[in-house]
Nanobody, 124 residues
């Protein structure tokens, strides 16, 4: 029900926009988030957008570089990534949950819906 896309190869300093298209239900009442997982590392929080396009949350490592947005008409959430660094290399996953509370937004175990992941590789 969540389909992530938009990953690819990019040089440091470059940009990419990831998309996560939702189907099967309307996700406007869901918190939508992006996580990433690098080889050998745990899945980590990147950014989230609150219900009905509300409050945004970002990891310190991506603040000022990544922007999360959502388009209700397309039932899609985006992650605009600018000034990419090699350490941003990872598989990026979108996630959604309706009942999640604010204090849990940064923890992947609280999300019920996940996309399949899209690979972002930043290389020099």
């Amino acid at each position: 029900q969540l389909q992530a896309s938009g990953g690819g190869l990019v040089q440091p300093g470059g940009s990419l926009t990831l998309s996560c298209a939702a189907s099967g239900r309307t996700f406007s009442r869901y918190v939508m988030a992006w996580f990433r997982q690098a080889p050998g590392k745990e899945r980590e929080f990147v950014a989230a957008r609150g219900r009905n396009g509300g409050t945004t949350y970002s990891a310190d490592s991506v603040k000022g570089r990544f922007t999360i947005s959502r388009d209700k008409t397309k039932n899609t959430v985006y992650l605009r990534m600018d000034s990419l660094k090699p350490e941003d290399t990872a598989i990026y996953f979108c996630a959604a949950d309706q009942g999640i509370i604010q204090s849990s937004i940064r923890f992947p175990r609280h999300y019920n819906y996940w996309g399949q992941g899209t690979l972002v590789t930043v290389y020099s």
